[in-house]
């Protein structure tokens, strides 16, 4: 079976650093996606990685060791809008795109 | 604002009872998917379909099934509601089937079986 795990839910004060983590175990694997989603909106895309290390993009990093399985999503400069559940997913081999598994979320929460 | 449109966004039927709901991709975009999320759950993969032919499908039974047609649009359909099937239903597409192609979301369509 496919199996992933993130945290279900994590507390940050507003200004501060969070680090997400999310550990895989699938029978294949083609890159792993972030997704935020907000209560009751559509997911949207933050990040991919399929090589090792890690991927800046602005406040956002995404970080992926492929031997140990595990990736972690970090958010800097934590804003009270960060607010919302993050969805680690992985792509197996040989699916597309679309046939994406996703762990249960982290919800975070972030207060003043 | 991703540009994927889904109907219904709230939607209760009763048991046994069988629903259509409806997708609008973005132009151009030749594949769609199908996620269930259960309430604090993460998306489970229904099936996705490519130019009008299902070409990947998840865990589901045959009572769901889709169509896609040449316009961008798509249907879910469920057949013969069970109360498991309350959830929330996304909708996604992309431009093509590439690992590393982005997923455009819809809203979704929140479903209660009673």
């Known amino acids: 079976g496919q199996n992933i795990d993130q945290p279900t839910e994590m507390t940050a004060t507003e200004g501060a650093i969070v680090q997400i983590n999310c550990t895989y175990q699938t029978s294949g694997f083609n890159g792993l996606f972030w997704y935020q989603q907000h209560a009751g909106e559509a997911p949207t895309f933050l990040s991919y990685?399929?090589?090792?290390g890690l991927e800046e993009k602005g406040r956002f990093s995404s970080f992926l060791s492929r031997s140990k399985g595990y990736s972690y999503l970090l958010l800097k400069e934590l804003q009270m809008k960060d607010s919302a559940s993050y969805l680690c997913?992985?792509?197996?081999?040989?699916?597309?795109?679309?046939?994406?598994?996703f762990g249960k979320g982290t919800k975070l929460s972030v207060k003043p | 604002e991703t540009g994927v449109t889904q109907s219904p966004t709230h939607l209760i039927k009763t048991r046994g009872q069988q629903v259509t709901l409806r997708c609008s991709s973005q132009s151009g975009h030749n594949t769609v998917s199908w996620y269930q999320q259960a309430l604090g759950q993460g998306p489970q993969f229904i099936f996705q379909y490519y130019r009008e032919e299902e070409n990947g499908r998840g865990n589901f039974p045959p009572r769901f099934s889709g169509l896609q047609f040449p316009n961008y649009s798509s249907e879910l359909n469920v057949n013969a509601l069970e109360l498991d099937d309350s959830a929330l239903y996304l909708c996604?597409?992309?431009?093509?089937?590439?690992?590393?192609?982005?997923?455009?979301f819809g809203s979704g369509t929140q479903l209660s079986v009673l």
């Open positions: 990685n399929v090589l090792d």
């Open positions: 997913a992985v792509i197996l081999g040989g699916g597309s795109q679309g046939n994406l598994i």
């Open positions: 996604a597409s992309s431009l093509d089937q590439g690992k590393s192609e982005k997923l455009f």
